[in-house]
């Protein structure tokens, strides 16, 4: 990453979650009162007085939990090892526990810039952090993540602390979203392409609660990577942290450029997996296809799943569709191929002139019906990108029977291709004056 980084780390229930959201102005973490709701490194740009860091958030050093113990200390370790400055929380309200001292001892061997961030301060006019001292980590900073209390103080000491950085570019990253219903192996194909564990892999559904984003650059392009909580459907979904990881993961999909949409090749197309597909068009986001764990499917069966994908996905027909196992690393070769075909396909501009050549042999070909009324088109003209828009000039915009509206985006499509990209077409009346006769 191009920018210094800050990690958050502590004990579980401390406060990360809280003071990752303030510091990064938004509601990124989910944020639960039990200990160990962050498991996965969660990345944010942060700015403070024209200094630009990124921030991760990690899961609690030393949970409960053994089913992912294992796995948090893993990421926290890596986000210490990448990180510039080390935010160490602490609970004032708790005071000096155990796991903080163990916490601390972890710190003191990592030789970073460690700052303690003395969190749920209720007096800041005799604030009772002084224990925190005996770790020898440097005097600690008093906040309130919760009320929003000395937070820039903290910001202060981490931005004086920060290593100098040369001015970059604006962000021309293409966003691509994994998505998919639970345990379809999201995690394990991002962890796949980055090459790092960068992701919690674990075979229980709804291992990923939030959306995370991993920066990274291959072949000279860069591109943002969101791994997204397993999509269930709603009535089955508690209200609580998993209700707010689905609302997230349809949030990862509403911001990024290219959606990687994956599939069970054991199980097959279920019905979420239509409803995530009908989402994503609904969206006007490019898209990709992966039938995943095709290593453990019978490949003779090839021609046969492909042909009920499309059929059970036909509002996804226009979708490049892979076969991979994120597993044995088959077929991940060609992903970013694919991906940076949909990105410039959703981008594509086609000029007027040239549309207007187009409309003029397809209608010569196959004109409107004449129980359409006399539907006549005028000409057409492309309005926007991502996904690209075509509005279409006609004397009465009720005549557009649906499936001339479905010939025209056929058309479209074998004219310009449009891979991976839905299209919009609008219509609109158009009535031409005529001179009167005498």
């Known amino acids: 990453m191009s920018n210094p980084v800050v990690a958050l780390v502590g004990r579980p229930n401390v406060g990360k979650s809280t003071l990752f959201n303030r510091l990064s102005g938004g509601r990124t973490a989910i944020v639960d009162d ?20 990124t921030l991760i958030d990690t899961g609690g050093l030393f949970p409960d939990d053994p089913a992912f113990k294992a796995h948090i200390q893993e990421q926290v370790s890596i986000a210490i090892e990448e990180a510039d400055v080390v935010v160490f929380v602490v609970d004032a309200q708790v005071g000096l526990a155990v796991e903080d001292e163990q916490v601390a001892q972890v710190l003191l061997k990592s030789n970073k810039n460690i700052i303690i961030a003395a969190n749920k301060v209720d007096n800041f006019k005799n604030p009772d952090i002084y224990d925190f001292y005996k ?8 906040i309130s993540s919760l009320h929003g209390l000395n937070i820039d103080g903290l910001l202060d000491r981490i931005v004086a602390l920060l290593p100098e950085t040369p001015a ?15 345990n379809v192996g999201k995690s394990s194909l991002i962890n796949a392409l980055l090459s790092e564990k960068r992701v919690i892999v674990s075979d229980i559904p709804g291992t990923t609660r939030d959306a995370i984003d991993t920066a990274f650059v291959k072949d000279g ?50 019905e979420q997996d239509k409803k995530i597909a009908g989402y994503i068009e609904e969206s006007g986001k ?14 003779n069966r090839r021609q046969e799943f492909e042909k009920s994908t499309r059929t059970e996905l036909k509002f996804l027909m226009y979708a490049p569709l892979l076969f991979v196992s994120a597993l044995t690393g088959q077929g991940l070769e060609k992903i970013f191929a694919e991906v940076d075909l949909v990105h410039n396909e959703q981008n594509k501009k086609i000029g007027t002139g040239n549309l207007n050549c187009w409309l003029s042999e397809v209608t010569y070909l196959n004109p409107p019906k004449a129980a359409q009324g006399g539907l006549r088109l005028y000409y057409v003209t492309q309005v926007a990108v991502k996904p690209p828009a075509f509005v279409f000039f006609v004397n009465n915009s009720k005549l557009v029977h649906f499936s001339y509206k479905r010939y025209l985006e056929r058309q479209l499509r074998e004219a310009y291709g449009f891979e991976g990209t839905p299209i919009r077409l609008i219509f609109r009346g158009r009535k031409r004056s005529t001179a009167k006769q005498k």
């Open 34 to 53: 039990r200990p160990g709701v962050t498991r996965d490194r969660l990345y944010r740009e942060v700015e403070w007085d024209r200094n630009t860091f």
């Open 135 to 142: 770790f020898g980590l440097g005097e600690p900073v008093a």
């Open 168 to 182: 970059t570019e604006d962000d021309q990253s293409i966003r691509i979203a994994v998505a998919g219903r639970p």
């Open 221 to 270: 392009r860069s591109y943002l990577l969101i791994d997204t909580a397993g999509i269930r459907r709603r009535s089955r979904v508690a209200r609580g942290v998993e209700y707010y990881g689905v609302r997230r993961a349809f949030g990862a999909i509403d911001r990024a450029d290219v959606i990687i949409l994956v599939l069970d090749a054991v199980e097959g197309i279920v």
């Open 286 to 299: 490019g898209v990709i296809i992966l039938i995943n764990k095709w290593d453990l499917a019978d490949k």
